[in-house]
Every structure is written in structure tokens, then in C-alpha cells.
């Protein structure tokens, strides 16, 4: 009997939504955490570091570690510690005599089940018999970015018609799907990446050039998408005098969707596209939508600046992991993994670089902004190295 790999893309699909869910449900509600459990607001601040360091963290276990679990223990794995640290964060906090307490344990435990479906979200979908690879992948990546619009925009909608005091059952709403995802990756078929699961290490690896290059890429990407997402709120905020609320939808709401559109497209066209030169033309609107939002004199330009860079940073990451599967096509799990870790990398160090600037130039947020340019910069000269880069390996068309 045909196997049926329409059940792997769902289970795919859902898990990057989980992601989504993960990263983006907690930081709606860190004012309602600093007034309700008197949480100063420089330790909120470590709630979205510690998430992203146990990622990390993550993300390095399952080089070594995922094969030899399995990808189907370790993604059911994924969906089961998003749902327990959902649920964690909204009983947790009132069990331990220390609120704080609570929140950091159920965002490492969620964060544990993000890291896992993130490194391997890509190689169970790309070890799936599709044609175009590379538009598989897009379209996989572009359910994060549907799922952070989603996430703001109905948990918007329900503390609006329910009252932000209960977010702890939509808490438990949210890890409904995680939940339900669990049975999905029990039952759809899923591929080894590598033959007997003997890709290459870590050590192999580092020993390419080419993947050097690609890891470059990979914290370009992260630094272009998450310096913009991270402050585009705060941008619209000072930029046009707009509320918090307001701020979120026409900040990283409006960025998540038009990176959302960049990698739908792809996903939809892309066998019709030639993936490198959509790499350098995003690049290259990237480092424009920068310079406009730190240059411009007029906030509303600025701000449709922030808004469009959310399409030219679309293609990125996935263009990077199709890239990497092709001309490196036994990297295995470990290459997945370290590419990941790479783009954590980028979106940990970009935001704190920009934030850095903007504060040593007396807030002056546009300044971080022009900071921000580099990693663009850094990402197309890559790509151009990249491209002399043959050896052997497959071309990309």
C-alpha cells in the first residue's frame, strides 16, 4: 500500500504552528506577568533568553543525539513537552512559592519541545519522495510565520472578548494542538534522512568550506529576521506614537505576514524559480527595507520598510537548508542541527546588537536600525561566495 506522505507534511505543518505557539503565546503576557506576580521587568526580559538558550541547547543535543533515538520518538517528544510546558505556564506559576519560578521551568520544557521540532521539522520533510524540494520546504517554513499571526492575532481577539485575566485557558487552548499532533506523528510515515542513519557528523562537517559558508548564511538569516521582527514593534511604536496593542499588529504581525507570503510563494512557484538568484534579490530588498527604516524621514515610509523586510527575510532560512541538502546531500541530522544552531545564533546576537546601538546612541532606534544593514550585507556577499563553491556537489539550478 502507497504510503501516504500528505499525513508527514500535516504533522510537519502543525509542529512548525507548535513553534509558533511557543515563541510568540508568553510575550503577549509579560505585562499581565509583571502586574499580577510582581515580576520586575528585567527578569521578564529572561524569559525569552532563556527560551532561546535551552533551544540552543537543543539544537546541539539532537547533532549527536536524534539519530540514534529515532526522528519519530523524538518528534512525538517535541509535541509532548510543548504541551506540557503550555499547560505548565498556566498552573505552574501558582504552585511554586516563587511565581518566576514557575514561568522560567514551563519555557525551558516548551522550549525543549520547539528546539526539537525545529531541527527536525526540515529532514523529516525533506527525506519525503517530493519533486521540488526546495518549495516543500518554503511552504514547511511559512506555517511558522501563519502561526505567529494567528497566535497574536486570536489571542488578541480572546482577551478582548474574555478579558486578558483568563489567558490561562487559552494556555491551555493553545496546547490542545500539540496535543493532537502527537497522534499524527505516531501514524504518518517518516524517511530516514541518511541510509542507516550514518550521515555525516559534526566533525565532517566543519571540515567544509562550503558549510562554513553555509553556517554564515544561516546567522545572516537569523540576525536579518529577528533584528527587524523583534523591533518592529517598538519601532512603530515610536515612529507613529501608536499603542502597544496597535504597535504588535502593524509591527510584527504585518512583518510575520508578509514573510509568511515570501515563503508561500516559493512553496507555491518555486519549481519555476532558480532558488540563488531569489536568495540574492532578497537579500538585496533586505538591505534596502534596512536602510529605509534607518534613513527615512518619514515614519510611515520606515515603517513600510520594517513591514516589507518581513518578505525579503521569507526565503532565507529554508533557502539555506534546500541549499545545504543539495550540495551536501549526506549531511545528515548533525547538518540540520548546526544550521539551526546557527540561525538561533543570528537571532540571539542581531536584536541585542541593534538594542546595543540604540542605546549607546541615546535611544535613537533608527541608528540600531543602520547597525542592522551588516547582516544583509554579510548574507549577499556569502551567497556570491557560495556560488564558486562545485566540487562535486549537486548545482542548484
Not at 549527536?64 to 498552573?91: K, N, P, Q, T
Request: glycine fraction near 12%; include cysteine; aromatic fraction near 12%.
Amino acid at each position: 500500500m502507497a504510503k501516504n506522505y500528505g499525513k508527514t507534511l500535516l504533522a510537519c505543518y502543525l509542529g512548525f504552528i507548535t513553534q509558533a505557539i511557543a515563541a510568540n503565546f508568553a510575550p503577549l503576557l509579560f505585562l499581565k506577568f509583571h502586574k499580577d506576580y510582581s515580576i520586575p521587568l528585567g527578569k521578564i526580559a529572561l524569559i525569552s533568553g532563556t527560551f532561546f538558550a535551552a533551544q540552543l541547547i537543543v539544537d546541539a543535543l539532537c547533532a549527536r543525539f536524534a539519530d540514534r533515538i529515532g526522528y519519530r520518538e523524538c518528534v512525538i517528544a517535541s509535541e509532548l513537552c510543548s504541551a506540557a510546558g503550555l499547560i505548565g505556564l498556566a498552573f505552574l506559576p501558582e504552585i511554586f512559592p516563587d511565581p518566576f519560578t514557575g514561568i522560567i521551568l514551563s519555557a525551558v520544557v516548551y522550549a525543549v519541545g520547539s528546539g526539537l521540532i525545529e531541527v527536525l521539522g526540515s529532514p523529516i520533510v525533506e527525506a519525503c519522495p517530493f519533486e521540488h524540494k526546495e518549495a516543500a520546504m518554503s511552504l514547511l517554513h511559512s506555517f511558522y510565520c501563519w502561526g505567529s499571526v494567528g497566535v497574536i492575532l486570536l489571542s488578541t481577539l480572546f482577551f478582548m472578548v474574555f478579558g486578558i485575566d483568563r489567558w490561562k485557558i487559552l494556555a491551555c487552548i493553545w496546547a490542545v494542538i500539540p496535543l493532537y499532533n502527537i497522534y499524527n506523528f505516531a501514524v504518518c510515515p517518516i524517511e530516514p534522512l541518511a541510509n542507516d542513519g550514518k550521515g555525516m557528523g559534526a566533525g565532517g562537517l566543519l571540515r567544509l568550506p562550503l558549510f562554513w559558508v553555509a553556517v554564515v548564511l544561516m546567522v545572516c538569516a537569523g540576525a536579518s529576521e529577528l533584528s527587524m521582527a523583534q523591533w518592529a514593534s517598538a519601532y512603530a511604536e515610536s515612529a507613529l506614537g501608536l499603542s502597544k496593542a496597535v504597535g504588535d499588529l502593524a509591527g510584527p504581525c504585518m512583518f510575520a505576514i508578509t514573510m509568511g507570503v515570501s515563503r508561500t510563494i516559493y512553496g507555491k512557484y518555486g519549481d519555476r524559480m532558480n532558488l540563488m538568484k531569489f536568495m540574492l534579490g532578497s537579500g538585496t530588498l533586505c538591505l534596502f527595507c534596512y536602510l529605509t527604516a534607518s534613513l527615512s524621514g518619514a515614519p510611515a515610509v520606515g515603517l513600510a520598510g520594517c513591514i516589507l523586510c518581513g518578505f525579503s527575510v521569507g526565503i532565507m532560512w529554508p533557502g539555506t537548508i534546500s541549499i545545504c541538502s543539495n550540495r551536501i546531500p549526506a549531511g545528515g541530522t548533525a547538518m540540520f542541527a548546526l544550521l539551526a544552531m546557527a540561525g538561533d545564533l543570528g537571532g540571539a546576537f542581531g536584536p541585542g546588537l541593534v538594542g546595543s546601538i540604540t542605546q549607546n546612541a541615546d535611544d535613537n532606534l533608527q541608528r540600531g536600525m543602520l547597525a542592522g544593514c551588516l547582516f544583509p550585507l554579510v548574507l549577499i556577499i556569502s551567497l556570491f561566495v557560495l556560488k564558486g563553491f562545485r566540487g562535486g556537489q549537486k548545482e542548484i539550478r
